[in-house]
């Protein structure tokens, strides 16, 4: 909940385009009345006579874009020490995180889903803490979906000891911070993130390319295991999104009744075809298999990524070719933060129409949190607006230069279109 504000006039938003992401059309000129948090009208017939006028001239207006999949207690600031997940303490991951969702709010990113802590924390839910700081004001960033800890099994993708192959003993985790094993454990770590706040279950379904602890895809927890996660988080209401990349993996968490697949990146055909006839939602994280620094990665683990990532490029255009419900996630800080738009890039370059890659971060993106009060300029909905240069429909390029962030009617940047 956001904390009450004095009440303002409102605000009269004025640029020479918007983007109806519903009907897939530029409208000229783009005018929104905004009260408070809110959007009270498109295209006023009448302003009122307090109200603020905001002319951003030659550009246009987009919904706020959202991510839906990074993870803000990572990277960010002077991140390059491999000895991160042992030096950090929950203080300074936190604050970290302050910095990452700055730069990702004014990068024209509104909205994220954090999926999943894979950090020592005491237990502490630090994405939701995020989140709640985020809320009442006090820092700068976009609202979050936060999913606490990722459940992972021991030696898991989403292990952190597993990264950098500590020694056994280095950094113990507990269950409540996501180390499960065994139907019981795992019922208990998913019970301890509702609890304590998390709006989204983030599970490990199989091994990854960065894992040292066997093939990209190898599926890691049993379908049992899967089918108690999904049972614990959909009788609370929530959503359960799962790292997944091979195909018995995939078809084990489809089989379980998950929500979401991250990555996908080596689904086969029938894989791709039971995502669509289930309605699964695919996070597929492709520009980091172009973007993502693996030189100081391990040497088998940059064989893998020379193996997988091509592969995965080419599943990624058979997904889109077959209408597989697609939400823009980047895997941040698996490519730097703020920079979240390349995926809408690669998104086109793997098949999307621009339009199709700006819904996957609108409207697609707000049906995977189950928000119906964003992703589009309509009246009611929040007062989330960005503004770009040019045409996105011809150049999704240009979601990369955003020259203003609006958020809940709040500004958070504001530039000279001709600058």
């Known amino acids: ?52 006028v905001i002319d951003l001239g030659d550009v246009t207006l987009l919904p706020g874009l959202m991510d839906m999949e990074v993870n803000l207690l990572l990277g960010g600031p002077d991140h390059r020490s491999p000895l991160n997940p042992v030096q ?30 894979f ?16 809320d009442h004001g006090w820092i700068e960033g976009p609202r979050v979906v936060p999913a606490g800890h990722a459940i ?13 192959a500590f020694a056994p003993h280095i950094m113990p985790l507990t269950v409540e911070e996501g180390i499960a094993n065994g139907v019981d454990e795992v019922r208990k770590a998913v019970r ?3 609890k304590h706040g998390a709006r989204v279950i983030k599970v490990c379904a199989s091994n990854g390319v960065m894992s040292h602890t066997g093939p990209a895809g190898a599926q890691q927890y049993s379908d049992d295991e899967l089918r108690a996660i999904v049972d614990e988080a959909h009788r609370a209401g929530l959503k359960v999104a799962a790292h997944c990349m091979g195909e018995q993996a995939l078809r084990a968490a489809l089989d379980a009744g998950i ?8 689904a086969s ?3 791709i075809e039971l995502m669509v006839e289930r309605g699964t939602f695919l996070v597929a994280t492709t520009y980091l298999t172009e973007g993502m620094d693996v030189t100081n990665a391990a040497p088998e683990l940059q064989a893998k990524a020379a193996e997988v990532f091509p592969r995965s490029r080419a599943t990624i255009s058979r997904a889109i070719q077959r209408g597989v419900r697609i939400a823009c996630g980047t895997d941040a800080p698996a490519i730097p933060h703020g920079r979240n738009a390349k995926e809408l890039l690669a998104l086109v370059d793997r098949g999307m129409t621009p339009l199709a890659a700006i819904r996957a971060a609108t409207t697609v993106a707000a049906e995977l949190v189950d928000a119906d009060d964003r992703g589009r300029l309509e009246a009611g909905l929040l007062a989330d607006v960005i503004a770009v240069p040019g045409d ?28």
Not at 119 to 134: M, N, P, Y
Not at 392 to 406: A, K, S, Y
Request: proline content about 7%.
């Open 192 to 194: 301890y993130q509702i």
């Open 259 to 266: 929500d979401c697949i991250e990555h996908g990146f080596l």
């Open 392 to 419: 996105p429909l011809t150049d999704i390029g240009v979601t990369q230069d955003v020259r203003f962030v609006m958020k809940g009617g709040q500004v958070y940047r504001h530039e000279d279109a001709a600058a």
């Open 88 to 117: 950090d303490d929950p203080a300074v991951r936190t604050l970290r995180a302050v910095a990452n969702a700055r730069r990702t709010l004014r990068a024209g990113f509104t909205t994220v889903r954090n999926l999943g802590l």
């Open 152 to 164: 992972t099994p021991t030696g898991g993708h989403l292990d952190p000891t597993m990264f950098q």
């Open 1 to 52: 909940m956001s904390r009450p504000r004095t009440p303002q006039p409102p605000v009269h938003l004025r640029a020479a385009r918007m983007l109806d992401v519903a009907k897939g059309e530029l409208v000229e000129p783009g005018e929104l009345l905004i009260q408070d948090e809110h959007i009270v009208e498109v295209a006023p017939a009448s302003v009122p006579s307090d109200a603020t």
């Open 119 to 134: 950090v020592q924390t005491g237990g502490l839910l630090l994405d939701v803490a995020l989140k709640k700081a985020i």
């Open 269 to 271: 055909d029938e894989a």
